[in-house]
Protein backbone atom coordinates (compact mmCIF):
# COMPACT_ATOMS: atom_id res chain seq x y z
CA UNK A 1 0.00 0.00 0.00
CA UNK A 2 2.87 2.52 0.42
CA UNK A 3 4.62 1.82 -1.98
CA UNK A 4 1.56 2.50 -4.58
CA UNK A 5 0.99 6.07 -2.74
CA UNK A 6 4.66 6.63 -3.45
CA UNK A 7 3.95 6.17 -6.93
CA UNK A 8 0.91 7.86 -7.08
CA UNK A 9 2.30 10.79 -5.80
CA UNK A 10 5.43 10.78 -7.61
CA UNK A 11 3.57 10.75 -10.71
CA UNK A 12 1.49 13.90 -9.41
CA UNK A 13 4.40 15.52 -8.37
CA UNK A 14 7.02 14.96 -12.05
CA UNK A 15 4.75 16.89 -14.12
CA UNK A 16 4.31 19.81 -11.48
CA UNK A 17 8.46 19.98 -11.12
CA UNK A 18 9.11 20.49 -15.38
CA UNK A 19 6.38 22.98 -15.31
CA UNK A 20 8.08 24.81 -12.06
CA UNK A 21 11.69 24.85 -13.97
CA UNK A 22 10.24 25.32 -17.16
CA UNK A 23 9.17 28.63 -15.50
CA UNK A 24 12.38 29.62 -13.75
CA UNK A 25 13.68 30.69 -17.56
CA UNK A 26 11.90 33.47 -18.77
CA UNK A 27 8.56 32.64 -17.11
CA UNK A 28 6.16 35.62 -15.36
CA UNK A 29 7.95 37.71 -13.42
CA UNK A 30 12.07 37.08 -15.12
CA UNK A 31 13.18 40.18 -16.75
CA UNK A 32 13.71 39.81 -20.65
CA UNK A 33 15.72 42.09 -22.58
CA UNK A 34 14.25 44.23 -25.08
CA UNK A 35 15.02 43.21 -28.54
CA UNK A 36 14.20 45.92 -30.66
CA UNK A 37 14.91 49.27 -28.20
CA UNK A 38 13.67 50.91 -31.98
CA UNK A 39 10.16 48.63 -31.77
CA UNK A 40 7.37 51.38 -31.93
CA UNK A 41 5.68 50.71 -28.17
CA UNK A 42 9.29 50.96 -26.75
CA UNK A 43 9.74 54.21 -28.40
CA UNK A 44 6.84 55.42 -27.23
CA UNK A 45 7.29 54.50 -23.60
CA UNK A 46 10.20 56.19 -23.18
CA UNK A 47 8.78 59.68 -24.68
CA UNK A 48 5.86 58.75 -21.81
CA UNK A 49 8.72 58.46 -19.38
CA UNK A 50 10.48 61.83 -20.89
CA UNK A 51 7.11 63.87 -20.81
CA UNK A 52 6.12 62.48 -17.60
CA UNK A 53 9.92 63.36 -15.84
CA UNK A 54 9.70 66.84 -17.85
CA UNK A 55 5.90 67.95 -16.06
CA UNK A 56 7.44 66.84 -12.37
CA UNK A 57 10.55 68.25 -12.56
CA UNK A 58 10.49 71.25 -15.04
CA UNK A 59 13.32 70.29 -16.98
CA UNK A 60 13.02 70.44 -20.55
CA UNK A 61 14.41 67.20 -22.10
CA UNK A 62 14.09 65.75 -25.52
CA UNK A 63 14.23 62.12 -26.31
CA UNK A 64 17.44 61.38 -28.39
CA UNK A 65 16.77 57.10 -28.22
CA UNK A 66 16.38 53.74 -26.04
CA UNK A 67 19.94 52.76 -25.39
CA UNK A 68 18.81 49.62 -23.75
CA UNK A 69 15.88 48.05 -21.75
CA UNK A 70 14.33 44.88 -19.88
CA UNK A 71 10.56 43.82 -19.47
CA UNK A 72 9.14 42.13 -16.69
CA UNK A 73 5.27 40.81 -16.34
CA UNK A 74 4.54 41.95 -13.21
CA UNK A 75 1.07 43.40 -12.70
CA UNK A 76 0.88 44.54 -16.48
CA UNK A 77 4.34 45.19 -17.98
CA UNK A 78 7.43 46.91 -15.99
CA UNK A 79 9.97 48.50 -18.48
CA UNK A 80 13.34 49.84 -17.03
CA UNK A 81 15.07 51.46 -19.90
CA UNK A 82 18.12 53.45 -20.40
CA UNK A 83 16.98 56.54 -22.50
CA UNK A 84 19.17 59.07 -24.02
CA UNK A 85 17.97 62.17 -23.84
CA UNK A 86 19.05 66.20 -24.65
CA UNK A 87 18.88 68.35 -21.71
CA UNK A 88 18.44 72.13 -22.32
CA UNK A 89 21.41 73.07 -23.37
CA UNK A 90 21.61 70.31 -25.56
CA UNK A 91 24.32 67.85 -24.26
CA UNK A 92 22.97 64.35 -24.50
CA UNK A 93 23.09 62.57 -21.45
CA UNK A 94 21.67 58.95 -20.79
CA UNK A 95 18.57 58.69 -18.22
CA UNK A 96 17.15 55.35 -16.36
CA UNK A 97 13.22 55.00 -15.97
CA UNK A 98 11.09 52.76 -14.96
CA UNK A 99 7.49 52.60 -16.30
CA UNK A 100 4.45 50.10 -15.66
CA UNK A 101 2.33 49.71 -17.94
CA UNK A 102 -1.23 48.09 -17.67
CA UNK A 103 -2.96 47.84 -21.02
CA UNK A 104 -6.51 46.47 -19.85
CA UNK A 105 -6.23 49.81 -18.14
CA UNK A 106 -5.32 52.09 -20.55
CA UNK A 107 -2.81 53.58 -18.06
CA UNK A 108 1.38 54.10 -17.60
CA UNK A 109 2.85 54.85 -14.62
CA UNK A 110 6.60 56.28 -14.08
CA UNK A 111 7.61 54.90 -11.23
CA UNK A 112 11.26 56.14 -11.47
CA UNK A 113 13.26 58.82 -13.22
CA UNK A 114 17.11 59.65 -12.32
CA UNK A 115 20.55 60.07 -14.79
CA UNK A 116 22.39 56.87 -15.73
Not at 25 to 40: E, F, H, M, Q, Y
Not at 44 to 56: G, L, M, P, T, V
Request: aromatic letters at 6%; glycine letters at 10%.
Amino acid sequence: MMMKSLICLSLILLPLVSVVEGLGGGGLGSRKPIKNVSDPDVVAIAKYAIDEHNKQSKEHLVFVKVVEGTTQVVSGTKYDLKIAAKDGGGKIKNYEAVVVEKLWLHSKTLESFKAA
